[in-house]
């Protein structure tokens, strides 16, 4: 059972490091157990085997939300195969799974985002990076890795519009600038100049390109020195993005635009995270 085809699927399609890492482990895990069943090839999964998987996850203690994730990682694999004709027929459709209640992630409000921004000292080079790198992951919902590749030649200021290359999916994509980032991009810039000893935008106080655990781990130190107890990660900001420009009345297909969406079924879970504010507007109307 070779996963090296699909881990390099991956990363053409520019999935983030992260996930690469986490399907790879899960992955490994479903070819150890299936190697134990004498399920050596691809096209030897079968449904039973996966029921059994499903199984074996449970008397480990998994969460079920933990179960979904990882039956989600095996199909996705699956269907790989599929289109690769690896398999003939997808077992995983036959698998039934409890269904797992939707379990709201937290979303930054507006307060807490102007919290976490006041943080960094923008004196320093370092602080001055850092809010905006903050800045960015705010007013445009770019993802981890599209803001860890971005090149300065991907600012447009005449146009006001940042250009996302090679996103998920290898999609291209412009976002326009509003006027707070314009002007912390340029704060930046000027300091960037003195230092930078690369392309990258995001770069160090040597001038070397930072790299992709910082920077994911840059949103996560900054709640904390805020003394924010909720556990917001850098996606955190992609969802305040899209909530809030949401709660704003900007229709549900611009927002999936401008995150880069495939679909409009992926933006459902930002509708749903804010479905209080939501029956709150309900109750304001007066029919």
Request: positive net charge.
């Amino acid at each position: 059972m070779d996963l090296t085809k699909y881990l390099s699927f991956m990363k053409l399609n520019h999935y983030s490091p992260r996930t690469i890492h986490t399907y790879r482990h899960i992955l490994l895990n479903f070819k150890s157990f299936s190697r134990q069943k004498n399920v050596v090839k691809c096209s030897e999964i079968t449904t039973q085997i996966l029921d059994q998987y499903i199984l074996y996850l449970k008397r480990r203690g998994l969460q079920s939300s933990t179960i979904k994730s990882y039956f989600k990682t095996i199909k996705s694999y699956i269907k790989f195969l599929v289109k690769q004709k690896v398999i003939h027929q997808d077992p995983s459709l036959l698998v039934i799974l409890d269904i797992v209640p939707f379990q709201i992630n937290p979303t930054p409000s507006r307060l807490e985002i102007n919290k976490i921004l006041s943080i960094p000292n923008c004196n320093t080079f370092h602080g001055l990076r850092d809010r905006t790198i903050m800045e960015l992951a705010y007013t445009t919902g770019i993802r981890v890795f599209e803001n860890w590749q971005l090149q300065t030649n991907h600012i447009n200021f005449r146009k006001e519009v940042l250009q996302i290359e090679n996103g998920k999916n290898r999609k291209d994509r412009i976002i326009p600038l509003n006027e707070s980032i314009t002007f912390w991009l340029k704060q930046y810039l000027k300091q960037w100049i003195e230092r930078k000893q690369t392309n990258k935008l995001w770069i160090t106080q040597t001038g070397g390109p930072l790299g992709y655990q910082r920077l994911e781990k840059l949103i996560p130190s900054y709640v904390k020195k805020a003394g924010i107890i909720k556990k917001y990660s850098s996606h955190s900001f992609r969802r305040a993005f899209a909530t809030h420009l949401l709660n704003h009345g900007t229709p549900p297909a611009t927002i999936s635009i401008l995150l880069g969406h495939s679909s409009m079924n992926t933006l459902r879970y930002y509708m749903k995270s804010d479905m209080n504010f939501l029956r709150k507007e309900i109750k304001k109307w007066k029919i």
